[in-house]
């Protein structure tokens, strides 16, 4: 091979990795039902609800499009199942050079990044790259989120919540979002204000968020615009963050299409794949 597995499996990734943090990304519904909600249920109380209606989430699927700092335009699809924890994605930079669409499998504690055609011919025509995640962790020399994979297993509940920490979350008005009637709101999240009241939450849901916040805290992010279109099942349906980082502008929507439907991910043939922790073996040995 001419070139190193790890190179280029970072030049694959480049200018996608930062846009995985959206797979932190919100609650998702597909409702049957109208747009508008109680009359009693203020704007915050609204948000509020949809996002304990996160918790009975066991699959999603859904889009992506916007701009990562630094990075341009993204857009993607994904689907995901929490238990047992499976992912497929595939993500195009289009501000980038890139050899098409990057995809992105985690199934059985590993990770595999389609290299393309032209890292093919570099690999010995092999396409996919495997990455086993607990080893991977265990190296401090080598670690998922160099290559995208650091926000692989994260629930993507987590970041549509967050709109429950704006003091000023307000009712926009009625839209329709792929033909769904829903309610949009709107609101202000200063992270810092958002880190403080995670003290009132449990364990497990605090740690969710702070993980996810570590993200926004290493682009440079202070706060938040969030808007969010809640669908009559008090599920939501999109939602939107834009914030000013180091780098440049975040502005990322997620669209949900379907959520706690089977969602099946399968590993690329065993023929097509190059095994990192193998290669690295093989070069330490040598």
């Known amino acids: 091979m001419k070139l190193s597995v790890s190179t280029l499996a970072g030049r694959r990734v ?4 930062l846009a995985a943090l959206v797979l932190g990304g919100g609650a998702v519904g597909c409702s049957k039902g109208g747009a508008e909600e109680s009359p009693a249920l203020t704007p915050a109380a609204a948000v509020a609800k949809a996002a304990k209606k996160t918790q009975d989430i066991t699959s999603l699927r ?20 929490m238990k047992p924890l499976a992912m497929s994605m595939k993500m195009t930079a289009e501000d980038q050079a890139t050899d098409g ?3 992105i499998r985690l199934v059985n504690n590993a990770m595999y990044i389609g290299a393309g055609a032209q890292a093919a011919k570099e690999m010995d025509g092999k396409s996919w790259i495997k990455f086993d995640m607990s080893a991977l962790g ?10 995208g ?7 993507p509940a987590t970041e549509s919540t967050f709109l429950t920490g ?10 329709t979002v792929e033909g769904v009637k829903t309610t ?8 810092d204000a958002l880190r403080k009241s995670l003290k009132s939450q449990d364990k497990t849901t605090r740690e969710q968020r702070e993980k996810a916040l570590e993200q926004y805290t290493k682009m ?15 599920h939501t349906k999109q939602f939107r963050m834009r914030g000013t980082a180091d780098k440049g502008p975040l502005d990322m929507t997620i669209t949900f299409l379907d959520y706690n439907k089977p969602v099946t991910v399968t590993a690329p043939p065993a023929k097509d794949t190059v095994d990192l922790a193998e290669m690295m073996k093989g070069a330490q040995q040598g």
């Open 14 to 17: 480049t200018g996608v990795a």
């Open 62 to 81: 859904y889009r992506m499009t916007g701009k990562v700092p630094g990075e341009g335009r993204v857009s993607g699809e994904a689907a995901m199942s």
């Open 101 to 103: 669409p990057v995809e």
């Open 138 to 147: 265990a190296d401090k020399e080598l670690n998922a989120d160099q290559f």
């Open 149 to 155: 994979g650091g926000q692989a297993d994260k629930n």
């Open 166 to 175: 704006s003091k000023d979350v307000k009712k926009v008005g009625t839209e």
């Open 184 to 191: 949009h709101y709107k609101g202000t999240v200063p992270l």
């Open 220 to 234: 440079g992010i202070d706060a938040i615009t969030m808007d969010m279109w809640i669908d009559g099942d008090d």
